[in-house]
């Protein structure tokens, strides 16, 4: 029995348990710890509600990188940067050839900030893409706080993925 379960994809004890009466069955014992049916159950632990609060607008940004997408726009852009402000949810796309443009394009949304809202990004959260990673030397010459989240998990900078 153990042998059909591999077989047919791992189904549940009581289908392989049907199997019994039919004749090609060898054994009618079903082992019912399956190692890999044990770990396919396996869910990931929950991810509560950050406890960070932004108290104002442009306090923290969340910013994240989508692409390449398989159809380019008319612009030939295959890649999006996404930013979204974690007070007010508002939300800027910018549309990128290249990944590497990421560092200008990030610029540019950072002196639209301060010129027609005269503020001031305090933090950026992203993953850990090196695009991201590579202008750590101007955030902190900008006196900007960098946020990544962990490997692996999306669920830290939410609000953009």
Excluded at 111 to 124: D, E, P, S, Y
Excluded at 147 to 154: I, K, R
Aim: net charge positive.
């Amino acid at each position: 029995m153990e042998l059909w379960h591999r077989r047919l994809g791992h189904p549940a004890l009581k289908v392989v348990a049907g199997l019994k009466d039919l004749e090609f069955s060898s054994s009618n014992v079903l082992n019912s710890a399956c190692e890999i049916c044990n770990r396919a159950k396996q869910t990931r632990c929950y991810f509560p509600l950050s406890n960070n609060k932004t108290w104002e607008i442009f306090e923290m940004v969340h910013c994240d990188i989508w692409g390449p997408y398989r159809i380019p726009s008319h612009s030939g852009a295959r890649y999006f940067l996404t930013i979204v402000d974690d007070y007010s949810r508002g939300t800027w796309v910018y549309l990128m050839n290249m990944k590497s443009e990421t560092p200008t394009k990030l610029r540019y949304f950072l002196a639209m900030i301060n010129r027609q809202f005269g503020k001031l990004v305090r933090t950026i959260g992203s993953d850990n893409g090196s695009e991201f990673l590579s202008m750590t030397t101007y955030f902190l010459e900008q006196g900007i706080h960098h946020e990544t989240s962990c490997v692996g998990t999306p669920q830290q900078n939410a609000s953009v993925e």
